[in-house]
């Protein structure tokens, strides 16, 4: 949900003091580039570095339509909170796993808990204790994305990496030290490989005359990390579906603004090896909600080598299933509600689905997921609502919790679940007890 609290504007103030508490207000200036500016000049900064602009460069009103797109992101919630939360219901007998590991809105965190609701650890970073790391002038204007984390990533050691939404990544320790922080407009989703080898999703606002010569726009990239967080090399999701076999899908790509909002990104495992063309292990399967398109790059060449578009509207969490179907979270296209859905990547047909008996027992209107239990049974994460749950494959629900954190200027609102995971029962947890 995108839109703009006065929670949001007391964050920024204090964004403020902070950076002027560091030495970084706005009439401090490197040298070099950065010199004091002159009259009608402007800054703007993207890609993660700040440009000086004057003359030809961007206008200010490109510079602050620029400044508005990379504020784009989500409220920490937005539902007025059920009299029941915690663990509504469990079902023993009929659920799998223990444990439970998500991020909620209520803080820059995660969580780890077990099946009854009792929370084993949690994990936290500030934002702005991230970004001290880096540059002053690297440090962004916003504040959005930095009061929660919107997607994070356990390790067997304990160490977890991090999202803050459309402003960076962090990587911390089990004990929420920092290890590294990435600076560079991560956003939504990230995965890593078997070596280590970090995925995520990046964005930067600016002017692409391939798109639009007057008009910024927010365009997606994967950026590929080393394990210690240095950038390797880029994909520019534009080029990607610009090769000949996908440009069609960009028929209906906005000129300005938010052109993708690619909000999922998976690392292929080869269930479908020689099956499918393009699902190669490796590749990369993404979800672009602004396209309405499930799409597999070739991490080689960067090239869109699958692409679809089905009866979904704003969909998330596309992932690829151990039984070779594909299932995601669509979060519009249900005559307006949600539901989640499993389909044949081959044949676009249609095997199987879950939504509410009344529309409004299931809507996220933005966020959500869905994650395949080796059991059968789903996952989801309705996120507006705070709430995740797991169903049986014929929609009973046997697992149901109700995040009881609170968000908003009051405590007013429930706060998101963005993800929730459900981990393997042998996960290590040993790191737990040792210092």
């Given at each position: 949900m995108e ?10 103030l204090?964004?403020?003091c ?5 030495g970084?207000s ?10 004091a500016?002159?009259p009608?000049?402007e800054w ?8 000086h ?8 009103e ?5 400044e ?6 989500y409220?920490?919630?937005?539902q007025?909170?059920?009299e ?6 469990y079902?023993?007998e009929?659920t799998?796993?223990e444990l ?7 803080f820059p965190?995660a969580?780890l808990?077990d099946?009854?609701g009792?929370?084993l ?7 702005i204790?991230?970004?001290k ?5 690297e440090l962004?204007?916003r504040?959005?994305g ?5 997607r ?13 939404d459309?402003?960076?990544?962090v990587?911390v320790?089990k004990?929420s ?10 956003h939504?989703?990230?995965d890593v490989?078997e070596?280590g080898?970090?995925?995520?999703l990046?964005?930067?606002?600016h002017?692409?005359?391939?798109v639009?010569?007057e008009d910024?726009?927010?365009?997606d990239?994967?950026?590929?990390l ?5 950038e390797?090399?880029?994909?520019s999701?534009?080029d990607?579906f ?11 790509m906005?000129?300005?603004?938010d ?8 690392i ?6 020689g099956?499918?063309a ?5 590749n990369?399967?993404?979800?672009v909600r602004e ?5 597999v ?7 869109v ?9 704003k969909p ?15 979060n ?5 509600a949600s539901r989640?859905?499993?389909?044949d990547?081959?044949t676009?047909?249609i095997v ?8 409004l ?5 933005e966020c959500?997921?869905?994650?395949r ?6 996952l ?7 709430r995740a749950?797991s169903v ?18 009051s405590?007013e609102?429930?706060?998101s679940i963005?993800?929730m995971?459900?981990l393997?029962p ?5 790191w737990?007890?040792?210092d």
């Amino acid at each position: 949900m995108e839109r703009f609290s006065a929670r949001s504007a007391l964050a920024l103030l204090v964004l403020a003091c902070a950076l002027a508490a560091l030495g970084c207000s706005g009439e401090e200036r490197q040298s070099g580039d950065q010199a004091a500016l002159e009259p009608g000049e402007e800054w703007y900064r993207p890609g993660g570095r700040w440009h000086h602009t004057a003359g030809g460069g961007v206008s200010g009103e490109q510079a602050r339509e620029i400044e508005r797109l990379r504020s784009i992101g989500y409220v920490s919630g937005s539902q007025v909170p059920p009299e029941e939360t915690s663990v509504t219901l469990y079902d023993p007998e009929r659920t799998y796993g223990e444990l439970n590991f998500y991020t909620s809105g209520h803080f820059p965190g995660a969580i780890l808990m077990d099946m009854e609701g009792n929370i084993l650890h949690e994990w936290g970073y500030q934002f702005i204790e991230a970004w001290k790391t880096g540059p002053c002038d690297e440090l962004p204007k916003r504040s959005k994305g930095a009061g929660f984390w919107r997607r994070a990533h356990l390790f067997e050691n304990g160490d977890v990496l991090a999202i803050y939404d459309g402003l960076g990544l962090v990587k911390v320790d089990k004990r929420s030290r920092l290890i590294w922080a990435y600076l560079e407009g991560a956003h939504h989703d990230l995965d890593v490989s078997e070596d280590g080898t970090i995925f995520v999703l990046v964005r930067e606002a600016h002017i692409n005359p391939r798109v639009n010569p007057e008009d910024p726009v927010l365009e997606d990239y994967i950026a590929v990390l080393d394990p210690e967080g240095r950038e390797l090399r880029r994909i520019s999701l534009l080029d990607a579906f610009s090769h000949p076999r996908s440009r069609r899908y960009l028929n209906t790509m906005k000129s300005s603004g938010d052109i993708f909002h690619t909000n999922t990104i998976e690392i292929l495992d080869g269930t479908l090896d020689g099956k499918v063309a393009g699902f190669e292990a490796g590749n990369l399967l993404v979800c672009v909600r602004e396209l309405d398109v499930a799409a597999v790059v070739d991490d080689a060449s960067g090239n869109v080598v699958w692409a679809a578009r089905a009866p979904w509207s704003k969909p998330h969490q596309t992932t690829l299933l151990p039984n070779g179907n594909m299932m995601i979270f669509d979060n519009r296209g249900y005559g307006g509600a949600s539901r989640v859905v499993e389909f044949d990547p081959e044949t676009m047909v249609i095997v199987w689905d879950y939504h509410g008996e009344d529309p409004l027992d299931f809507y996220s209107k933005e966020c959500g997921s869905n994650q395949r239990l080796p059991n059968g049974n789903t996952l989801i994460t309705e996120t507006d609502a705070g709430r995740a749950f797991s169903v049986t494959p014929d929609g009973e629900i046997v697992w149901e919790y109700v995040n009881p954190a609170r968000a908003g200027d009051s405590g007013e609102f429930i706060a998101s679940i963005f993800d929730m995971v459900r981990l393997d029962p042998d996960f290590p947890l040993d790191w737990l007890e040792t210092d």
